[in-house]
Structures are given as structure tokens and as C-alpha cells.
């Protein structure tokens, strides 16, 4: 059985849920419904504790200690401990012991900490004091008592306990603002509305006297959606029903604004708050390094298995001969003798395994921990990624992709908010083929903008008069804005010109840019009043027009619809949306004019809405709300029934018009993305936008230039022709230039090949990801991939939010398996954020879901060019240096023990002391490396940001590539063999002592430590280009203290060890003369290869990178050189180029 069906069935269990549904009801004030109206079963749930703490007092050593024993390398090093505990081993316990218990008593102090900051954050938000009502009468008492069906009063600027079912509120239209700031970062006030029925329950007893039974779904995580029903019982027993939707629900975690007090039940309560829901990690995303990482892992346990069996086997073929089994002076017990072969062994070779355990190096799994963790500071650091105009600065979600932001090939962006500022202008609208444009030029004066100039025909009739007008009203009504309170709306705005200062609210800059464009003609929207709509129109008369239903904007039907009934009784049905989705919808009206007048404003890059309306009697009036209420009242499938019901609503419409709103470039949007395609990364836009639009778009930003040829994969192509032809035509043409090879990501910037932009739309993608009609098993993704792969950009509009996460999936799971990055602003960018190796979210205007949802957020889409080419450079380059460095230094380590094993019998004599072999990964050279992690820059900022085709130089994981892997195991190996045999031939043929004494065992291991000690320290000095006092610190002090180490651990008696073995090896060995002149010899020897291949490779075949630093080198000597004139370093300088 599946576990998660396990935790919830028990779950339910635990809640006294027993017979589970997929609705709950909830009594309102705990008062029971009538006789006869419905059955009162009464349900148990959890009281308003929040628990987001993992451990108590109690289950934190056993549930930490579990979490920590999962990851591989803490469980393999705690079976070495216990092997090492059982059987009779070379090494102590201590060894490997103490290392792993220092990895996990950090971790757990860690942790533990962060739970104790968890638990009292949890106690301040369950002890702070509720009112509710309770008898007629408000009484306090602690948040973690409130049950759900408790009434609770909230008061201006409190945070809400619980969910709850807004009720009432001290305004007399029944509604509030509320801030979702510690929700989804959103700081705009958004408006609730209470239960129609329950919105004049002012007082306490009033509220107490409510009767009423609410249904509604069971607690779910989605912010923004909410069905249930509630049912309000008068006199009588037929109970009124009155749908449930978000607009009703108040979350907890939401602040009160601008309302003094509110009224609301608590419906969902605890753990079970859409707030606590959400407190669920995402899953988790894995970096290319990490698992080059964990492979390099199992070929490096592969090498110890090999090294422990060939000394297994050596040492039985050794001991073949009984005087070398069984000297004279250890002969063996009777036991001994008697012991089974296999099973002694067996003991040996857990026996090598422990003594060649430190090839496997725990201490890198912390280091890179650490390395990730304080790393991620240098990005929400970085002023130049602060944004002064929004207070915004960069996010890190997670630090477990920082060096992910190095390897990206692949970037998917949103349009509308991420490209562009999502600050829209009203530009133009048409109505029936005459075009009106506020504040036009004529003769070039600016007109007067309160009249609409007619830049077609200057004299329309009485009839398109009236549409005009009715086109006006229709933008004026078909709308869900807020007016701002704190302006008067009754006396000054009677007059146009002070009708410019309302303040409009919404969640669609788009609105509002066109109800001030409006307004710039004529007519101005003044607020909705006790379900009112007011409108002052030209002649400074206000109009009232009752707002009967609003059919709600969503991303799949693209339109948004409000039914009224003007103050003459006649009921209108006024629809605005994408021309798509409107014209075929449309019987009546200029369609071909405005349709002609849609294409050239998309052409242009300016965003379109076409509006269009019909009047309802009022019998066909009664069919629709009957149709709607339905819907709206249905607990199950409520979203489905709603969309239907739309449908039938929302046909045989008569076009009115269109309107035209410019929504900016970015700024620096075209540079960024010019940036990033010089470092090799291709860029797709996804868009939901027209074509036209979102092609314009792209020719603004540079992704599509003069000189790209646009090759077209849309519904109206294939309409013409057959997917099949479409594709294996668009196919031919690209290989023909290609040569049948498929091009370089940066070929789409080169002068000798055609460059190629393909733009798709949705429609056509829904084809593409179908199976072939023929039934063959094969489809059509592999060659639009092959298309794909031979553009130089790609733009996909008319998308979906799970068509842009269809794409990013395709692309991640090609046969190149790209790294992919998606950036995007809207809670319609959230799928292919999460589906993305990367998801960057852009904190703008439509709210921080984007944001919330990502790994990492910025304030501007420009600041994408400096995360990756420069922040992201840096990350790869440092960890992955980190990683082969930890392998290198642990091969460098283990192998001269190998060797050693062949001169001592394979009788898993140790060479280096204990406290060598504890201290080695812990203390003696792990600083150095992780402060290199963290500050190495082996070129400039500002070379990086100058040139980003530098990033290519680390594409495709290069610096983890198998060749570079074995170069530098090979590397350890070579340097293993210099300090083993150099100390070991020096050892043979020298008696090195000044009075003639030989050196021991230890004295030897002594000296090959020494040695290797230094080399590996100086390996990573010659591999630092950065260099500040911190590194001359941690480097030449690493040395230092081991030196020190040494000299104490040496030259003291400790009373706490029953033997000293290395008393007095340290000194003794320092106090010889060849000793140094070997250490030294040996060090540089050890060195040579990897400077000789560092000076060869530069000379003969330099990397980009390589050539700027030589470049730098040089301009930095010829600026320091005594004598030299400005202009000549200033002739040295790279020239700004002219794009």
C-alpha cells in the first residue's frame, strides 16, 4: 500500500473523520439547524494550534539521528564505525568515529536550534488573544482554543486567527480590505464581500442570533480557491442558499485594512488553514554537480572495494608460506588454527576496508553544505541587483542550485512582466472602424483629452453614436476595480477634470490602464455602491446601473463578461477578451474593419481586447441566473458547471470594438537577452499574447532580428496544410543551411549562416504532443525538437500555464537533457517554475506567487544577466574545483597506505598515526578549500559581465567531465607515488640521524604526511587567482597549525593515552637535515606536472578564459610600469562596442 494513502487514512482517522467525504458541514455559532431541515451530525476537528516545529523534547535524538543516517555517506561511515567496533581492525574507532560525530552533532545543534526558533514562533502565534462571540457577549481567550463554527470579531490591523466565512463588517456595503503580505507578498489591498444575507449583522447579538449550516470542500492548499455554499435559516424552514466562493473567505496569515471591525466562522482551523497547508516543501531539485558528485562517489567506492580485495587476496598468497603465516615469535592459538578460511577472510576484508575507508571523504558532504548555505549571501548581497524603485532586492529560496545558475543551456521567459513592465498605457480604441485616441497631436498641439478624436472619419452618424457611447459604458462597467475610499466621490468628481484624480484598484494593470483611458474620453467610472454601479459620462450626469452578475476572467476562456440593468430597466450583457476568444462568439458588427484594426495594433506590439455586447429580456435574464446560480451553489465540479454555464451565456454577441494598451519594454530586457545569447544560452519566450503581439515584442527585445527569417508552426498553417507536410517542410529548410548538422547555440548570432526564429502556438503544440494518427508508436516531438535545436529563438504564444510547463518538460527530457531555467512574474509561470531545472520568479505586479514558488527572485528581468553570467560563473567554477580537490587530497591520502600494505606482509599496519588520520579531512586542510569555495574569482566582475561568451568555457559541466575526473585522480595517484617512494628510497639507502640511529615506522609515515600536508595546500595556492588577506590567513595558517599540532602532540606526555607512539617522531625528524632537503625536493617534484601542463595548455591551447586573464596580467603590468603615459593604457583598454 502506498505510504502517503497510509499517513492519510490514519490522518482522517486521528481527526475523527472517520466517514470521510469530500465536503464538510460547519454550524454556524455551534447552534444545530431546525427540526426537519437536515440531520445534525456533529464532527471533530483540530483545535487552531500551528505546529510547523519537526521535533519535540522527546523524539529529536531518534527522529535526527534517522534523518541524518539516510544520506549515504553518514550511513556508510557509521557501518566503518561499527565494523571498526566488532572486529579486530587496524585503525581505532576513534578514526572514523569521531569525524562522523562531529558531522552529525553540527548538524543536529543546527537543526535543533532552528526548531527552537520554529517552537517559539509556534507559542507567540497560539497564546496570542482571539475575541469571539460567545452568548451575545465577546469573550477572549487564546488563539489555539478557537474550534471550528466559533464566530470571531477581527479588528483594523489584526492578523486573522483561522480561515474564516466573512460574515459582516462595520462598513455598510459588507465589504473589507485585506493584505495577503505574509502569504503570497502581495501588498496590495485586496476586497472581500460578506454573505449577502449576513451583511447587516452589526452588533454582537445580532451575529449570535445567526442561524445557519455552511458547506464547503475539505481543507486544500490553493490560495486562491475556495467552494462551499452556505445556508441561512429565517422563520421559515426552506433555507436560503447562497454560494461560497475566495471572494468570502478571509485566510489566515491576511491582515485587516481600512475596516474597523469584522464579523466571520471559523471554518478551517490549526493544521488545516490553507496557511499551514502551504508550510509543505516543494520537491526537491537536484544539481548537475551533485550528481557528478554522487557518481565520482560510487567510482571511488568501486576503487576501495577493488583496493581491500586485491590486499585480501595478496595477503592470503603472502602467508601461503607457513614460516610467513605463522613466524616464531606469533604463533597462533588453537582456535585460531581451527578458524574457517572463508570467514578470516571475510574479517580481512572488512578489515582493508575500514583502513582504505578515507578514500570516501565525509567531510565534503558538510564543506559543500557550508559552501552552498554561505555562498547564497553573495546574491542577496549584491546591491546591483537591488531594485531603488520597488524597496526590492534579490531572493535565494534554496541554496541547493547555486552552481545550477552556471550550467543553464536553455531559458524559458514569460512576456508580460517579465520582458515587459506589465505597466500598461491606453493607447487607442476602435469602434466600428473609427479610431479614437486620447491626447492626440494634431498640428502638434495637444487636443483637449476629455474629447475622443476620430482619426478616420471626423463625423459619425446618430447611430454609431450611440455605440460609441455604448462603448464607453461597456469599459466603464465590464471591469472587477476598486475605487480608493479616501477621495470624495459625491462633489468633486461631478466635474471631468477632477474625475482624473480617482484612484483605481485591481489585480490586472490592463483594467485599470483602460478605465483611465476611458476616462481620458469622456466617461469615468466613479465606484460601486450597495451593488451599484455609478459612471459620470460626458455631460456631467452620474448613471446608476445595478451590477446583477459577474462572470469571472480566467486564463482558458481569456474574456470576462458583467451583466447589468441600466436605470431605464433595459438588462446588458457587456463582454471584453481576446479577439480569439471573442469573434467567434460575435453574429453582428464591424468584424473585418476591427479585425483589420486588432492585426496592425498586434503587428505594432500593443496588447488587445475586443468588446462586444447583447441585451437580455428579462424572461432570457431569469434562464441565465437560474443557469449561473446553479453553477455557483454545486460543491462538486463547481469550476466545470461555472465554464459551461459561461458558454451558453456568453454567445450571439454584437462587436462594439477593440481596444489597443502599450505595455513598455523592460529596461535593459534587449541587452540581457543579447548577453545571454553570446553565452551560448537559447531563449524562449512562452506567452499567452497574441502572435503579433508577442512577434513585435521580440523583435524590441533582440531576440528576433531584421535578419531572421520567422518560421511559422500555428493552427492557420496547418489549417492550409497537414502537420506532417508543416514540420518536414519547416525541417528541409532548416538542414539545408545547417548541412544536416545542428547548429551552436550562438550560430543564431553569426553572419554566415541564415538565422532561423520559429514561433508556435499552442494549438499546434496540443498536435504535436499527440501520438500520430496512424498508430505507430513514434510522434512528432523529435522533429520539432531537431527544428527547435536549429533556431536561433524560438516563441511560443497562445499558451497555456500547462502548455508552458509541456514545453519546459520536452525540452529538460530531450536526449541532450539540457539544463533548463524558467523566469516568469504570474501565478500562470508557477507550473514551468517548478517543472524548470532553475525557476527564477520575477517579484512584479501580478503578485509574488511566481516569487513564492521559485528558487531564486528578482527584482527585474535584467538582473537575470548578472546572476547567471557572473554570480552563477563563480558558483560552478568554486564547486567544482571543491570536488575534485576533496577527491584529489583523499587519494593523495589513502594510496601511499595501499603501497604501504606491500612492504609490511598486508598485515593492515596503519602508516600514519591516529590522530593523523582524524585530523587530516577536519582540521589540517579543510579551511583553505572552503574559504577558496567562497571568494575564488579567477577573472573580474566586470570581464565576466564584459563577456559573456566566457560562460561557454564552463558549459555542459565541464570542469566535472570524466576527463578532468581521472586527470586529477591521476594527479593524487602521481603525487602518492612521489611521497611514498621518495621517503621510502630516501629511507633505504640513509642513516639520517646524527648519531647514527635509524628512523622507525613512525617516522616515516611522519614524513610522507609532512609532505603531503604541504602539497596539497600548495596545489590550491597555485590554483587561487584571487588572492586577499583572508586566503594568506587561512592558507599559511593551515600549515602553520599542523606544524604546531605536530610539535604538541609529539613533544608532550598526554596523561590520557596508554601509549604515546608518536613521542618525540615530530622533533626528531625536523632535527635532520636530509629530512628537510626531502621535504622540500619531494613537494616540488610533486608540484612540477601540474604547473608544466598549467604553462603548456595556456601557451598552446588557451580557453577564452585563460587568453582575458593573460590579457588582464598584461594590462595590469603595463599600468604599473614606471613611465607610462595614460594614453597608452587607455589604448590598451577594450573599446565599447556599438550594437
Request: hydrophobic share 40%.
Given at each position: ?85 566488532i572486529i579486530d581492525t587496524p585503525t581505532s574507532p ?156 478571509l485566510l489566515r496569515g491576511a491582515t485587516l485594512k ?8 471559523a471554518i478551517y482551523t490549526g493544521m488545516e488553514t ?866
Amino acid at each position: 500500500m502506498d505510504c502517503s494513502l497510509v499517513r492519510t487514512l490514519v490522518h482522517r482517522y486521528c481527526a475523527g473523520e472517520e466517514n470521510w467525504v469530500d465536503s464538510r458541514t460547519i454550524y454556524v455559532g455551534h447552534r444545530e439547524p431546525p427540526p426537519g431541515a437536515e440531520a445534525y451530525i456533529p464532527q471533530r476537528h483540530p483545535d487552531n494550534r500551528i505546529v510547523s516545529s519537526k521535533y519535540t523534547f522527546w523524539n529529536f535524538i531518534p527522529k535526527n539521528l534517522f534523518e541524518q543516517f539516510r544520506r549515504i555517506a553518514n550511513f556508510y561511515f557509521l557501518i566503518i564505525f561499527l565494523v571498526q567496533l566488532i572486529i579486530d581492525t587496524p585503525t581505532s574507532p576513534v578514526t572514523s568515529g569521531l569525524p562522523l560525530f562531529f558531522v552529525i552533532t553540527v548538524t543536529a545543534i543546527k537543526q535543533g536550534y532552528e526548531d527552537w526558533l520554529r517552537h517559539k514562533a509556534d507559542n507567540a502565534m497560539n497564546q496570542c488573544p482571539v475575541h469571539f462571540i460567545q452568548h451575545g457577549k465577546l469573550v477572549r481567550k487564546q488563539s489555539r482554543k478557537l474550534r471550528v463554527g466559533d464566530i470571531v470579531m477581527v479588528k483594523e490591523d489584526e492578523t486573522f486567527p483561522c480561515d474564516l466565512i466573512f460574515l459582516s463588517s462595520s462598513r455598510g456595503d459588507g465589504t473589507c480590505h485585506v493584505t495577503t503580505a505574509s502569504l503570497d507578498g502581495e501588498s496590495s489591498h485586496k476586497t472581500h464581500y460578506a454573505v449577502q444575507d449576513t451583511k447587516g449583522f452589526h452588533t454582537e447579538e445580532d451575529i449570535d442570533s445567526l442561524h445557519a449550516t455552511i458547506e464547503c470542500e475539505q481543507p486544500q492548499p490553493d490560495l486562491y480557491k475556495f467552494v462551499g455554499r452556505i445556508n441561512v435559516y429565517n422563520d421559515r424552514n426552506d433555507p436560503v442558499v447562497r454560494p461560497l466562493g475566495s471572494e468570502n473567505l478571509l485566510l489566515r496569515g491576511a491582515t485587516l485594512k481600512n475596516t474597523e471591525k469584522i464579523f466571520g466562522v471559523a471554518i478551517y482551523t490549526g493544521m488545516e488553514t490553507k496557511m499551514a497547508l502551504n508550510y509543505q516543501s516543494k520537491s526537491q531539485k537536484r544539481s548537475a554537480v551533485e550528481k557528478s558528485m554522487n557518481v565520482f562517489l560510487i567510482v571511488y567506492l568501486c576503487i576501495l572495494i577493488s583496493k581491500a580485495l586485491i590486499n585480501t587476496v595478496l595477503k592470503y598468497v603472502w602467508q601461503s608460506k607457513p614460516f610467513r603465516d605463522e613466524p616464531w615469535y606469533n604463533q597462533k592459538t588453537e582456535s585460531e588454527r581451527q578458524r574457517n578460511l572463508f570467514l578470516r577472510a571475510f574479517t580481512d576484508f572488512l578489515a582493508f576496508m575500514v583502513l582504505f575507508n578515507y578514500i570516501i571523504p565525509v567531510s565534503m558532504y558538510v564543506t559543500v553544505e557550508m559552501q552552498k548555505f554561505l555562498g547564497s549571501y553573495f546574491i542577496t548581497w549584491d546591491e546591483e541587483m537591488f531594485d531603488e524603485d520597488t524597496g526590492e532586492g534579490p531572493l535565494v529560496n534554496t541554496s541547493d542550485l547555486n552552481e545550477e545558475l552556471g550550467q543553464v543551456e536553455y531559458i524559458f521567459t514569460d512576456k508580460t512582466g517579465t520582458l515587459t513592465e506589465n505597466n500598461m498605457e491606453f493607447k487607442e480604441c476602435c469602434i466600428e472602424g473609427h479610431v479614437y485616441v486620447p491626447h492626440a497631436v494634431c498640428n502638434g498641439q495637444v487636443l483637449p483629452s476629455t474629447s475622443g478624436i476620430d482619426m478616420i472619419d471626423s463625423s459619425p452618424g446618430a447611430g454609431a453614436r450611440e455605440r460609441e457611447e455604448l462603448f464607453f459604458r461597456a469599459l466603464c462597467l465590464c471591469h472587477t476595480i476598486q475605487v480608493k475610499d479616501d477621495d470624495d466621490v459625491d462633489g468633486p468628481r461631478k466635474s471631468p477634470d477632477s474625475g482624473k484624480s480617482c484612484v483605481y484598484i485591481s489585480s490586472s494593470p490592463d483594467e485599470v490602464a483602460l478605465v483611465e483611458g476611458v476616462q481620458r474620453l469622456g466617461f469615468t467610472y466613479l465606484r460601486l455602491k450597495d451593488n451599484y454601479m455609478e459612471i459620470l459620462n460626458r455631460e456631467n450626469d452620474v448613471e446608476r446601473f445595478e451590477l446583477l452578475e459577474i462572470l469571472s476572467f480566467d486564463s482558458v476562456r481569456r474574456r470576462m463578461s458583467v451583466i447589468v440593468k441600466s436605470a431605464t430597466g433595459e438588462i446588458y450583457l457587456f463582454c471584453k477578451g481576446a479577439d480569439s476568444s471573442v469573434f467567434p462568439r460575435v453574429i453582428e458588427g464591424k468584424v473585418e474593419q476591427i479585425r483589420a484594426r486588432v492585426e496592425r495594433n498586434a503587428v505594432e506590439g500593443l496588447r488587445t481586447l475586443c468588446v462586444a455586447y447583447k441585451r437580455l429580456v428579462p424572461e432570457e435574464y431569469e434562464g441565465v441566473c437560474a443557469l449561473l446560480q446553479a453553477a455557483k451553489v454545486a460543491l462538486q465540479d463547481r469550476e466545470r458547471k461555472l465554464a459551461e454555464a459561461y458558454e451558453q451565456v456568453e454567445k450571439d454577441l454584437i462587436l462594439l470594438g477593440a481596444t489597443a494598451v502599450e505595455d513598455r519594454l523592460q529596461e535593459k530586457a534587449a541587452d540581457t537577452i543579447e548577453a545571454l545569447q553570446k553565452a551560448g544560452i537559447k531563449v524562449w519566450v512562452l506567452t499567452g499574447d497574441k502572435m503579433e503581439t508577442a512577434a513585435a515584442t521580440c523583435y524590441a527585445c533582440k531576440l528576433f532580428r531584421r535578419n531572421t527569417q520567422l518560421l511559422e508552426l500555428t493552427t492557420k498553417k496547418i489549417e492550409e496544410q497537414s502537420l506532417h507536410d508543416v514540420l518536414f517542410e519547416l525541417s528541409k529548410t532548416v538542414l539545408r543551411h545547417s548541412g544536416g548538422l545542428t547548429r551552436d547555440n550562438f550560430s543564431g548570432l553569426s553572419a554566415d549562416m541564415q538565422d532561423y526564429g520559429l514561433i508556435i502556438d499552442g494549438a499546434a503544440l496540443s498536435l504535436i504532443m499527440k501520438p500520430r494518427e496512424d498508430g505507430s508508436c513514434g510522434n512528432y516531438r523529435e522533429l520539432f525538437l531537431e527544428i527547435c535545436r536549429n533556431c536561433s529563438a524560438v516563441l511560443c504564444c497562445r499558451m497555456a500555464p500547462l502548455q508552458k510547463a509541456q514545453i519546459v518538460k520536452l525540452i529538460k527530457l530531450s536526449k541532450e537533457h539540457p539544463i533548463t531555467l524558467a523566469i516568469g512574474d504570474g501565478a500562470n509561470d508557477v507550473s514551468m517554475i517548478l517543472e524548470a531545472h532553475v525557476g527564477i520568479g520575477v517579484i512584479g505586479k501580478e503578485g509574488r506567487q511566481a516569487a513564492r514558488n521559485s528558487d531564486y527572485a528578482v527584482p527585474k528581468f535584467k538582473h537575470l544577466k548578472k546572476m547567471l553570467l557572473v554570480h552563477g560563473h563563480f558558483y560552478y567554477i568554486r564547486i567544482s574545483e571543491l570536488v575534485q580537490y576533496f577527491f584529489y587530497k583523499n587519494v593523495c591520502f589513502i594510496f601511499p597506505q595501499f603501497l604501504y600494505q606491500f612492504f609490511c606482509g598486508f598485515s593492515q599496519q596503519t602508516l600514519y598515526d591516529t590522530a593523523y588520520l582524524t585530523l587530516y579531512n577536519i582540521s589540517f586542510t579543510s579551511l583553505p578549500i572552503l574559504l577558496y569555495s567562497l571568494m575564488e574569482q579567477h577573472v573580474s566582475t566586470d570581464t565576466l559581465r564584459r563577456d559573456p561568451s566566457l560562460y561557454r568555457d564552463i558549459a555542459k559541466n565541464a570542469l566535472l567531465r570524466w576527463r578532468v575526473f581521472i586527470y586529477w585522480t591521476f594527479l593524487g595517484v602521481f603525487d602518492a607515488l612521489v611521497f611514498f617512494f621518495g621517503a621510502y628510497f630516501m629511507f633505504e639507502n640513509t642513516t639520517v640521524t646524527s648519531n647514527g640511529q635509524i628512523f622507525g615506522n613512525w617516522t616515516f609515515g611522519t614524513l610522507v604526511f609532512t609532505v603531503m600536508v604541504f602539497t596539497v595546500t600548495l596545489k590550491l595556492a597555485l590554483d587561487t587567482h584571487y588572492w586577499t588577506w583572508i586566503n594568506h590567513f587561512v592558507i599559511w595558517g593551515s600549515l602553520l597549525f599542523y606544524v604546531v599540532f605536530s610539535l604538541l602532540w609529539g613533544g608532550i606526555v598526554w596523561p590520557f593515552l596508554n601509549y604515546q607512539r608518536m613521542y618525540y617522531v615530530f622533533i626528531q625528524m625536523l632535527s635532520s637535515g636530509p629530512a628537510w632537503l626531502l621535504i622540500i625536493l619531494l613537494i616540488t617534484v610533486s608540484l612540477l606536472p601540474d604547473v608544466l601542463k598549467k604553462v603548456l595548455c595556456r601557451q598552446l591551447w588557451p580557453s577564452a578564459t585563460e587568453r582575458v586573464q593573460q590579457s588582464t596580467k598584461l594590462k595590469a603590468s603595463v599600468a604599473a610600469a614606471p613611465g607610462t603615459d595614460g594614453p597608452l593604457l587607455k589604448d590598451l583598454l577594450p573599446r565599447p562596442r556599438r550594437h
